[in-house]
């Protein structure tokens, strides 16, 4: 499985958060703690705003702790809101085009899990797609068409609304064709202004999303992630399953969603 941040906060330079703690994101891709898969070497991604809606995207295949061009950026470049992803695949090629965060527009996402059946039922769940957002398929795996269905259902104009309504319409699919295998999401999506945030699964067992307010700097800052990057347990809230999250303007909010 993968782990991931979304950081909206001050300004700050990308190593603070993916390198710089203990239990950085580059340290969670060689030893994750809270993952079945310790390693996600099968490459990373960092979408970032700064003075354009549209955001900075740099993605490879490289292990992120492999990656001296990653280091050296994260070193430079500064935002107030950022999406970081390591990636360990549950099946699809080692690709950038297959690396989060996927973009759209002044819009990214990111996703750790996998869509139930996915292997058999991939040509249903990639018909739930529009035809204008399907033009923006660049790769193969289920993560970007979650995106692209939700896009597809309204997730510019309500985020979680969008994402509710492409698991609704895929777990209708997996129930018509009786698939077994659970699907399990953990996923944030940001327009450069917000980030929501959303954990749920149909077995209950969805992957690990934490709430935090570590300190940064001598800034406290706020952050959504797979797994705490400290060992501060005063500052990271854990997740319920079934549970959305909204970050706008250093507020956040929780709301439970029902499938």
């Not at 050296?72 to 360990?88: D, G, K, N, T, Y």
């Not at 549950?90 to 139930?116: I, Q």
């Not at 609304?161 to 777990?171: E, F, R, V, Y």
Request: hydrophobic letters at 35%.
């Amino acid at each position: 499985m993968c782990r991931w941040v979304a950081y909206s906060g001050p300004q700050v330079l990308l190593e603070d958060i993916i390198f710089n703690p203990g239990h950085s994101l580059v340290h969670q891709s060689l030893s994750a703690r809270e993952s079945i898969i310790t390693t996600n070497a099968d490459g990373f991604g960092v979408a970032w705003y700064g003075a354009r809606p549209q955001p900075g995207l740099f993605k490879d295949i490289l292990p992120a702790w492999h990656d001296e061009n990653l280091r050296s950026l994260s070193r430079q470049i500064e935002s107030s809101l950022f999406l970081a992803h390591v990636r360990s695949s549950t099946g699809t090629g080692v690709t950038r085009a297959n690396c989060h965060p996927f973009t759209f527009e002044n819009w990214s996402f990111m996703h750790n899990g996998k869509l139930g059946g996915w292997d058999d039922h991939r040509r249903e769940y990639e018909g739930l797609i529009d035809r204008d957002y399907y033009k923006a398929r660049l790769g193969t795996t289920d993560s970007e068409a979650l995106f692209l269905i939700a896009l597809s259902h309204g997730l510019r104009e309500d985020p979680i609304g969008g994402l509710t309504k492409a698991l609704s319409k895929i777990l209708r699919i997996q129930a018509h064709a009786n698939v077994s295998e659970p699907t399990r999401i953990s996923a944030a999506v940001s327009d450069g202004e917000n980030i929501w945030a959303l954990r749920y699964s149909s077995d209950a067992r969805s992957p690990t999303m934490y709430m935090g307010a570590p300190f940064s700097g001598g800034e406290q800052i706020t952050t959504i992630a797979s797994e705490p990057f400290d060992t501060r347990s005063d500052h990271w809230l854990a997740v319920e399953e079934g549970t959305a999250l909204h970050i706008a303007n250093g507020a956040s909010t929780q709301t439970k969603i029902y499938l």
